[in-house]
């Protein structure tokens, strides 16, 4: 149960820092192309084999933000189908730190967890702040990226 006038249920407290099953993602070069098509990106790095084979990188590796597509559903769902008293959900913004290119064929494992929960006064009244983290790993075991995604329930 939460404390009087808290948004923060007992059941959302025994969330932090549980870590996820893990998901598993085969990149492919489609993929990348039709992502960075998406967002309107034409750097050759991820939209032509000819000319990223010419880079440092050796070929085509997928863009910064091409993390956002391998999502961990389960985890993703948690935010959704959660019961709490604040039933409106918002973004409030991603953070990503990149270590390694993903690449065409990469084995992408995503797992995550609820790093964190703030409650706020917000202009329409008390509010959770949720940050969750996920950790992508390629196929060799070395971390790629994290990402840190805010939730806002209101």
Do not use: H
């Amino acid at each position: 149960m939460a404390q009087a006038g808290s948004l923060v249920t007992d059941e959302l407290k025994k969330l932090v820092g549980v870590e996820s099953e893990p998901e598993v993602w085969e990149i492919e070069k489609g993929a990348i192309v039709k992502f960075a098509q998406s967002v309107g990106d034409t750097n050759p790095l991820w939209n032509d084999p000819d000319e990223s084979s010419k880079t440092c990188y050796g070929g085509m590796i997928a863009p910064p933000t091409f993390t956002s597509m391998l999502r961990n559903e389960k985890l993703y769902d948690t935010i959704f189908e959660l019961d709490l008293p604040a039933k409106r959900v918002l973004n409030a913004g991603n953070e990503i730190e990149f270590f390694e290119p993903i690449r065409p064929g990469d084995i992408i494992t995503v797992t995550g967890k609820l790093a964190n929960i703030a409650e706020r006064e917000g202009s329409v009244g008390r509010m959770l702040v949720l940050t969750f983290e996920y950790t992508y790993k390629n196929q060799t075991g070395k971390v790629v990226s994290i990402g840190r995604n805010n939730i806002i329930r209101y």
